[in-house]
């Protein structure tokens, strides 16, 4: 089956798409990337994602933002096929994560709600492609957080050797980070799986703050690089609860929101940092946030950090995740990104769109796509809501 994957993440950068052919069963599937394209938000887009992000805007900007989002991915789905110099006609599926909004967790850890935009009719209406949306509330219902939902795939296709001796950490860094930990073949240990914290979102805003909007990120760490680290500032911010709280547990903008980016920047200005110590302090919160995750939730020993996402194409980062892995976790940890251990140059963009075309291919034979051990869910569920497209009669005779 040839499946389309669709995602924006937290940091509102743009749409991932990738067309993905995927064979076997689920128990032992094979997957291999047909195509992989990038595509930028249009700056009124981005603007609307952030807005109601925040919180502004009523149920009638919502309503229409679903449709125009809609339409976005649509457009992305044709992309990525048309770039594979496939017809549409020789695609089945498309798996569409959409444009989350708001992610509610209560005190204590428990979701309430989660909110994904980006109208899968339209999608489906536009393509002619049945399309499987709105993943993570299917989990919710059933008591879990509802992320991260790409473990599934990372016990598919990532599950290290024997030989490891120790976890596979398998870190995707977009706004936010989450890890899949991975105990190696026939331990005993479980896998876990959470968000870790910050991710780019708190580099993006020091980024736009320091050059008053012209720039959405930190290219290449090159901000970050020239400042200085406020190692106190950095552990007084890694007290926040969130991080000694135990798995299952997920986050998202609500929580490391603009608000308190803005509070960390004037806590920063006040301990006389420059706007490029600022953002050096932020990128080594996200680097220790990470490999303090690993130190106090690790089943076993982190051997292996695999990552993928924007934060990946940070090397200035990367390098700070590296030292921060060695002074908290112990020196004999190798880094890799995603593309280079899966053979898929730039695969680690790719990675969580992957996961997608995964799930939907998963949901249409019936198949469960949560970890509930993982994300807290009373069970293993089906995820995703289908919406039929003008093959969906094609499609069903195919199962």
């Not at 125009?68 to 017809?87: I, Q």
């Not at 798996?95 to 509610?104: D, F, I, P, R």
């Not at 860094?173 to 331990?187: E, F, M, Y």
């Not at 993982?374 to 069903?396: E, Y």
Request: aromatic residues 6%; negative net charge; proline residues 5%.
């Amino acid at each position: 089956m040839r499946v389309v994957g669709l995602m924006s993440g937290t940091s509102a950068d743009g749409i991932d798409a990738v067309l993905a052919e995927i064979t076997g069963t689920a128990g032992g599937p094979r997957m291999r990337q047909l195509a992989f394209e990038s595509v930028q938000w249009p700056v009124p887009e981005r603007e609307l994602i952030t807005k109601l992000i925040d919180g502004r805007g009523g149920t009638r900007a919502v309503s229409r933002a679903g449709f125009l989002l809609g339409e976005r991915f649509a457009e992305a789905a044709l992309r990525v096929v048309n770039v594979s110099g496939l017809g549409n006609g020789e695609v089945d599926l498309i798996g569409s994560h959409g444009q989350t909004v708001w992610h509610e967790v209560e005190e204590g850890g428990a979701v309430q709600s989660t909110f994904q935009i980006g109208e899968a009719a339209v999608i489906a209406e536009r393509t002619g492609l049945t399309t499987v949306a709105d993943f993570r509330v299917a989990d919710v219902a059933a008591g879990g957080q509802g992320a991260p939902l790409i473990p599934v795939f990372d016990r598919l296709f990532l599950r290290p050797p024997a030989g490891l001796g120790g976890c596979r950490a398998v870190q995707n860094i977009g706004g936010i980070g989450n890890v899949t930990l991975l105990p190696p073949a026939g331990s005993d240990a479980s896998i876990q799986a959470f968000d870790t914290g910050p991710g780019n979102v708190l580099i993006d805003w020091a980024a736009a703050r320091a050059t008053d909007g012209a720039l959405q990120f930190d290219k290449d760490g090159r901000l970050a690089a020239r400042g200085r680290v406020h190692d106190n500032l950095v552990e007084h911010w890694l007290g926040h609860p969130y991080y000694q709280q135990p798995p299952p547990k997920s986050t998202g903008r609500e929580l490391f929101s603009s608000a308190l980016a803005g509070s960390y920047c004037r806590q920063a200005a006040e301990a006389g940092l420059s706007m490029a110590d600022f953002a050096a302090a932020v990128t080594e919160l996200t680097a220790a946030s990470i490999a303090e995750s690993y130190r106090r939730f690790a089943p076993l020993p982190v051997k292996e950090v695999v990552v993928s996402g924007g934060g990946a194409r940070n090397p200035f980062l990367m390098e700070r995740i590296e030292a921060q892995l060695a002074r908290r976790c112990g020196p004999e940890i190798s880094l890799v990104r995603y593309g280079e251990l899966a053979g898929i140059p730039g695969g680690e963009d790719s990675k969580e769109a992957l996961g997608f075309a995964l799930l939907a291919w998963l949901a249409v034979q019936g198949e469960g796509g949560n970890v509930p051990e993982s994300t807290g869910a009373s069970g293993l569920r089906v995820l995703g809501k289908i919406t039929p497209g003008r093959n969906f009669r094609r499609l069903m005779a195919t199962l």
